[in-house]
């Protein structure tokens, strides 16, 4: 029997979210999940020049938002120093690392002369068989050493990919002996995620294929170290819709970005779940336990997918309306208090909300655009189409008939849409006009727009004072907002 397994994402915290790596998480989590084995966290907070702390809080925050729960506590390389220096001190020991005094211009001059020659750089070993006085002259220099890594030459690493299948590299093409400690003590990414990966017991790798040239050296020091090998997975890249690699250029790209205009978490993890992989057949809407319980590793794609941000939005259409009234109010109300804090909330009560889920759920993509499309229910000052008001309030006697329909329907008792809909219908035959003019006239109106959700209904959802007052006040506020 294989033991548990046990995953990781290990974000760099020196921007948001991307998608992409958030594609990562969501096929650890699922990959643990699926085998009951465990999905852990690891901040590779090492780049201390490219590190904000607040750019570890996002990422923290972005994966609750998904739903990501991580297992056990999350592991800061930062934190790590002590054990990253013991490691190197033990490769050193084996010989398989070594101390370099170098110093940064003395490596130019061999880069400088590797490009005069035409040749690949790579470094000459100069340090490689220091003797004790050289180092200890260097050292009473006030050089401060790197440790590097050595390379053993002309030898072929083969690894299994879950994804790719076998690849092998030759270590004459890995760039000669690389630095795994640097001369201010930091770990380098290969090197701490290596030693990472062993001591919390990590059983699967799975990342981006960009890391896939960075395995050979990985695993150099694995045996170097005599630990086990993890099972490699790389996923494959995320594409904009020409093909090149998924940027700001293509639009959002970060969770937050998707958040703040109203993605649905499980809506943006049920997306993100098919780049990459299928469930099969044609089906595209998979909830989270469906996926856990279907997905695996060796059914990922090799060939890259292409983000395609309209079936997003698509895609979450579906997730809105298929919420129930109830509870798409809560994550309305959720989401506005989410965008308050980012100082860009809307100015919507309680009451608005079951009014906004009436007229637009079933033509809305996302959350904002319930607010977006709305301001009417929330505001009195909401604005007027001008085009609107050119096109439908423009026979003469426009705004004397709306006031008429005004006072007929304030003789309603019963507030509903065929009643609503039997006044308006007869005031019109009485006045001699078409019915569309009365409609029409009325949309804009109550809602300073000339589309929206039925009329009638849009009148019901609104309530009957504020229709009474938006019908007998058109005139005049049109008059002001059109003048001033
Ligand atoms: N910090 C690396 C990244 O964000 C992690 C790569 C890995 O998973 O090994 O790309």
């Known amino acids: ?13 020196t921007g948001y979210l991307h998608v992409g790596g958030a594609r990562t998480a969501i096929f650890n989590y699922l990959y643990s999940r699926h085998t009951g084995g465990k999905f852990l966290l690891r901040i ?20 609750k938002w998904l739903g990501l729960d991580w297992d056990e506590d999350v592991v800061f390389q930062s934190e790590r120093l002590q054990r990253y220096r013991e490691v190197a001190e033990e490769l050193i020991r084996r010989g398989k690392a070594y101390r370099c005094y170098c110093t940064p211009e003395e490596l130019e001059a ?10 690949p750089y790579r470094y000459s070993r100069k340090c490689l068989h220091l003797t004790e006085e050289q180092r200890k002259k260097y050292e009473e220099e006030g050089r401060r050493p790197s440790i590097r890594f050595y390379v053993p030459d002309n030898l072929d690493i083969t690894f299994h990919d879950l994804v790719h299948g076998d690849i092998t590299y030759n270590t004459n093409d890995l760039g000669g002996d690389f630095i795994i400690v640097r001369s201010d003590g930091f770990p380098t990414y290969n090197f701490a995620v290596v030693v990472d990966d062993h001591d919390m017991g990590v059983t699967h790798v799975i990342r981006g294929d960009d890391h896939i040239p960075n395995t050979p050296k990985q695993i150099l020091i694995y045996q170097a170290m005599d630990w086990d090998l993890p099972r490699f997975a790389h996923l494959p890249m995320i594409l904009g819709p020409d093909r090149q690699k998924l940027s700001k250029r293509h639009g959002s790209t970060s969770l937050e970005e998707f958040r703040l205009q109203g993605v649905l978490p499980e809506a943006l993890f049920n997306y993100l779940l ?15 336990e469906e996926a856990i319980r279907l997905f695996d590793i060796k059914d990922v ?3 890259a997918a292409v983000f395609d941000h309209n079936k997003l939005y698509w895609m979450n ?6 919420l129930p009234d109830g509870e798409l109010i809560r994550r309305l109300k959720e989401y506005n208090e989410y965008l308050k804090g980012k100082g860009q909330g809307y100015p919507v009560s309680d009451e608005h909300l079951p009014i906004l889920v009436r007229l637009f759920k079933e033509r809305t993509k996302t959350l904002k655009d319930f607010f ?7 505001r009195e000052d909401y604005p007027y189409d001008p085009k609107a008001v050119k096109k439908r309030l423009k026979d003469p006697n426009i705004f004397t008939y709306l006031k008429g329909l005004a006072d007929r329907l304030e003789a309603l008792d019963e507030w509903k849409e065929e009643k609503i809909e039997e006044v308006l219908r007869a005031y019109a035959d009485e006045l001699g006009v078409k019915h569309a003019l009365l409609i029409h006239g009325s949309r804009v109106a109550v809602s300073g727009m000339a589309v929206g959700p039925s009329l009638f209904l849009l009148l019901e959802a609104l309530g009957k004072e504020k229709v009474l007052r938006r019908l007998r006040e058109v005139e005049e506020r049109v008059r002001g907002s059109l003048n001033g």
């Not at 061999?110 to 040749?119: D, I, L, S, Y």
């Not at 977006?372 to 929330?378: C, L, N, T």
């Open 1 to 13: 029997m294989d033991k548990t397994v046990r995953t990781r994402f290990a974000p760099s915290p």
């Open 44 to 63: 590779e907070d090492t780049d201390r020049q490219r590190y904000k702390p607040e750019w570890v809080d996002a990422i923290l925050e972005g994966l």
């Open 110 to 119: 061999e880069r400088e002369e590797a490009r005069r020659k035409g040749v």
């Open 274 to 288: 098919l780049l990459g992989w299928s469930p099969g057949g044609n089906r595209e809407i998979i909830s989270r």
């Open 301 to 303: 794609n090799k060939s």
């Open 317 to 322: 259409s579906e997730y809105i309306r298929a």
């Open 372 to 378: 977006e499309y709305g301001v009417f229910v929330y």
